[in-house]
């Protein structure tokens, strides 16, 4: 075992005993390393946060299929938040306990906004089949949208979105998405609109449209109160803006070096997620923990 790996399981086996507590972290470019594999630090912490009766949530943006394909079930997360907080369910058997959907008319009227500006977007079908879509090419399609559906063909149908009648979100793929967010906000303030760099290219910026009250914070906030664990006893750890309502919910708020500027400027720093930063945070936190 590395020094690394020790140092974390002698922190946090500090204690036998502890109050409730969870701790939630994002999947990609935060708990994974950039190859998307799992460094040996991390997941001793997970191990031994849970020998400690610590609460553990992966929060990722993406749908429960897509998790599944990165992470499996076998990792040792208690929880699962997946599509940036729609949904809800138990890591090991997958069984859903918490979903939100779109009304029909939120469906079309953001739709024909997308369709207004000319953007390439995307309607994914209700909790659990949202990796499921439909999509609607702009006059000049995106590079961003052509690799979707080269990698989601099998799940990528194209129709007319006034026939869609269920819907978990919308997702549109812009370069320049301050203007159009701000439109958004305007017209739809009662919808959750989140921004997030596309895991594609890392170049093009995705608008998420969720139902009312849909984000990472809201569903750590759900999943807190039904296990009666106080927000004071909480931790999270991300690196971009779609995990930016879960940062500011819980009481301690990490990112990793590798997020944004305008994020480690708002929370505490961790090293990047090549260099064992949710491990790095996980133990800064547990020191301060009372149990």
Known sequence: ????????????????????????????????????????ANLATLHALGSQGVVRVAATGRSLHSARM?????????????????GICHYSDSRIIHQRALAKSDIHAVAGFFSDYQLDFSIHQPIPETHRFHWYASPNPTSDLLARLEFWAEFATQGNFLEIEEASQLL????????????????????????????????????????????????????????????????????DFND??????TESSFVVANAPPELVEQFILAPANDEQGFAAAARKWLESLQP
């Open 244 to 249: 930016l309502a879960m940062l500011e919910w």
């Open 70 to 86: 990165v992470i499996g079930c076998d990792l040792p997360f208690d929880y699962l938040i997946f599509s940036t907080g729609a």
């Open 172 to 239: 549109a793929i812009t370069l320049d998405a301050r203007e159009i967010i701000e439109q958004l906000q305007q017209r739809f303030a009662h919808l959750s609109i989140i921004r997030t760099t596309s895991p594609i290219d890392n170049r093009h910026t995705w608008i998420e449209v969720f139902p009312p009250g849909s984000s990472k914070g809201t569903a750590a906030e759900w999943l807190c109160n039904s296990l009666n664990i106080e927000r004071k006893r909480t931790m999270s750890i991300g690196n």
């Open 1 to 40: 075992m590395r020094h690394s790996d020790r140092a974390a399981l002698s922190c946090l086996n500090r204690s036998k005993t502890m109050r409730p507590a969870m701790v939630l972290t994002d999947l990609d470019g935060t708990f994974l390393n950039s190859d998307r594999s799992i460094c040996a």
